[in-house]
């Protein structure tokens, strides 16, 4: 079917609203939130104070996505919670989903029950196995006491090609006669309460930080800035030829990490070359220099990226740009780059948010994109920047990454 002829149905009026059950214990803990519209549970929600008191009690927040208009093509909904932790405890923080419906299906209709359905699994499928997507992203696990702050973010988009003219058409259609159904339901029994199109419910929890090796290590936050001597093998104090500026790529470093994965800053001027000779340039640059180092890969810069639910994107020809999503479900990292490298696609990113990864300067990863090309990565304006393949045989910016011992970082 061409694009041209393609009718999609839109449903109602595009609505993304969370709705907020608070759990209080008067002894225990306290939640207060912004941008209370009503005195009812549905709340316009920005912002989630929390308050640990000593004994360090976990306190949960459910909160419900309900969607009743989706279509593809629609404008990407995005909602961000700010989380602060006005307390005097530093705090743990989480979040899994408890249930998810989609339309009216049986097989569409999760609920979490910690073996065969997992919400690992559930997040994985709402992400990618759909032509509408659903993101989630916490962009830190913990928040320190005394007004620190981490953000929950959810964002829906649907496509308006997914590359897929038969799914496109069957799930707008699914989607139009599920509205349908329900509107009937409702014009029989007036005591009928309409189904959303879409429901989720994710459980967001806050408890005590505790010290364990799974814990994360709140000194190493994802573009952290470190300066390290490579050859002293050492933080140092005043930047040289061998005193770097860095930045923390660990997505989540942990207690139990005895490294911090350091990239030098991509701005300084390196030894070029072409992907052939990858190696042998690495070699070069680190001849003399005593910290541990490994190549590039580009399921680092995937890692990181995929953290914007809104603004890093699969780019192909001739099909609608796609939100990354989460990667680090079973096998999901090698399948979403399979699909950029058979379309000839390329990932974009956001410079603002991922300074420290954008170069006006190519420079390569150590990961092959095909028989022809490597992936590299270069700014494409001020606004952006591409994960993208480049021909192997041109030249590039080769730039090693630290393993920092993290007793060498006190």
């Known amino acids: 079917m061409e694009k041209k002829h393609k009718l999609y149905l839109r449903l109602n009026i595009m609505s993304l609203t969370f709705i907020v059950i608070s759990f209080i214990s008067v002894t225990l803990a306290w939640f207060a939130y912004s941008g209370i519209s009503s005195v009812s549970t549905e709340i316009g929600v920005k912002a989630w104070y929390i308050e640990l008191d000593k004994d360090g009690k976990p306190v949960s927040n459910d909160i419900v996505i309900s969607l009743s208009d989706i279509y593809p093509g629609m404008n990407i909904v995005d909602e961000l919670v700010n989380i602060k932790n006005l307390g005097d405890s530093d705090a743990q923080l989480k979040y899994s989903i408890v249930s998810a419906r989609i339309l009216g299906n049986e097989a569409d209709n999760y609920v979490i029950d910690g073996t065969a359905t997992t919400s690992e699994y559930v997040e994985d499928v709402l992400s990618h196995n759909y032509p509408f997507h659903i993101n989630i992203n916490l962009s830190k696990n913990y928040i320190l006491a005394k007004g620190e702050e981490s953000s929950f973010e959810v964002s829906v988009s649907w496509p308006l090609d997914s590359g897929i003219n038969s799914l496109d058409s069957l799930w707008g259609t699914e989607a139009y006669k599920f509205e349908q159904s329900e509107l009937s339901k409702k014009n029989n ?45 050492k933080v140092c104090t005043e930047i040289s030829a061998t005193c770097l500026t860095t930045y923390v790529l660990d997505v989540n470093n942990t207690l139990g990490d005895d490294t911090v994965t350091l990239l030098p800053n991509v701005k300084n001027t390196y030894l070029n070359s072409s992907f052939t000779d990858y190696n042998a340039t690495m070699s070069s640059i680190t001849s003399g220099w005593t910290v541990p180092t490994r190549s590039l890969a580009v399921e680092d810069l995937m890692k990181i990226t995929s953290k914007d639910v809104i603004k890093s994107t699969l780019i192909r020809n001739n099909i609608s740009d796609l939100i990354i999503g989460k990667l680090n479900y079973s096998n999901r990292m090698s399948t979403e780059i399979a699909k950029a490298v058979s379309s000839n696609g390329y990932y974009n990113f956001s410079n603002e948010k991922f300074d420290y990864l954008s170069s006006a300067n190519c420079y390569w990863t150590s990961s092959e994109y095909n028989s022809s090309n490597g992936f590299a990565i270069k700014k494409i304006d001020e606004i952006n920047s591409k994960i993208y393949g480049e021909a192997k045989t041109a030249s590039c910016n080769v730039i090693p990454v630290i393993l920092a011992p993290k007793a060498n970082l006190k």
């Open 189 to 233: 029994d007036a005591n009928y309460q309409v189904k959303p199109s879409i429901q989720i419910v994710i459980s967001v929890t806050a408890e005590q930080y505790l010290e364990s090796d799974t814990t994360s290590d709140p000194n190493y936050d994802l573009g952290d800035v470190i300066l390290y001597d490579v050859v002293n093998n």
